[in-house]
């Protein structure tokens, strides 16, 4: 029997941008478990990105939101700083090697060093295997997954200088867990970033520097808004077999809020003896079949 909210939590409203707006009573209330440290989150203009960023800050971390779209990084900067938090906006391709390198020597500048990284900025596809071409493949991988080693390589110097509660933390996916039509490059990337993660924490270890990954479900960001305009999730079948019956147990999307709490746990000194793992965020989609 569907529970009383099932007609609100069918309601679909799109991503509408919105800034994530942290009073300074919320900061200070907060325990700034993570005062003193410096973390870059790629990608961190909007969606998933700005809201790992947020949170971050709001647990005291001085945060540099990294993004091609400087000019909305520097407004999600703002909204922190105006919350109490400490932020700053630079901008990166994580696709070319002088941008990425640009980027790590301005926050060694800045800084000195990198206690947390958030391999984050990413691009969004729907090919399938009977439209993908080979230049549209090699675009995603080398944005995708090239990208967050890329990234890792140039800031390793900065995490091995920094301070305690080093930490890395990937964005992967559930498509990278799992099969999806449609996906052939996207979840190719993305089940890479599984075991690059899993990998390189073997090999930072003996660094102390931890590495996980969150896997999203089905969240509602500006990714999910397609090149047409149409949004991702708002097809009737989508809906009705993943939140009316109940492919996501939970019958909702995800919201950019929701991965927050569990990336700050992963980047937080309560994640001390976790290494190499592959946190699902995904409302429990992973549990179904």
């Excluded at 647990?59 to 703002?78: C, I, K, N, P, S």
């Excluded at 301070?163 to 990937?170: A, D, E, H």
Aim: net charge negative; with cysteine.
């Amino acid at each position: 029997m569907a529970s009383p909210e099932l007609g609100e939590m069918l309601a679909f409203a799109p991503f509408q941008g919105g800034i994530w707006e942290m009073s300074a009573e919320m900061a200070a209330d907060r325990g700034r478990k993570l005062g003193g440290r410096v973390a870059v989150v790629t990608g961190g203009a909007r969606g998933i990105g700005f809201a790992i960023a947020a949170r971050l800050a709001e647990e005291g971390a001085a945060v540099v939101l990294a993004d091609m779209r400087v000019e909305t990084a520097r407004e999600a900067a703002a909204s922190i700083r105006a919350g109490g938090g400490e932020a700053a906006a630079l901008p990166v391709d994580i696709g070319d090697n002088a941008s990425v390198a640009a980027l790590a020597a301005e926050v060694d500048r800045l800084h000195g060093r990198c206690e947390i990284l958030v391999n984050n900025a990413a691009i969004s596809d729907t090919t399938g295997i009977d439209r993908m071409t080979m230049e549209r493949y090699h675009e995603v991988i080398r944005v995708n997954q090239d990208g967050a080693i890329r990234v890792t390589v140039a800031f390793l110097p900065l995490l091995r200088k920094a301070g305690p509660g080093r930490r890395i933390l990937n964005i992967a996916s559930i498509m990278g867990l799992r099969g999806s039509p449609d996906a052939i490059p996207y979840s190719t990337a993305k089940g890479a970033i599984v075991n690059f993660t899993r990998a390189l924490a073997c090999d930072l270890a003996p660094d102390g520097i931890m590495v996980n990954a969150i896997a999203p479900g089905f969240v509602d960001t500006p990714m999910s808004i397609l090149a047409d305009g149409s949004h991702e999730y708002n097809a009737d079948w989508f809906r009705d077999i993943y939140v009316k019956y109940g492919r996501i147990p939970l019958r909702r999307f995800g919201k950019p809020a929701d991965m927050a709490g569990p990336a700050y746990f992963l980047c937080s000194d309560d994640a001390q003896y976790v290494t190499g793992q592959i946190l699902s965020v995904d409302g429990g989609v992973s549990a179904t079949f």
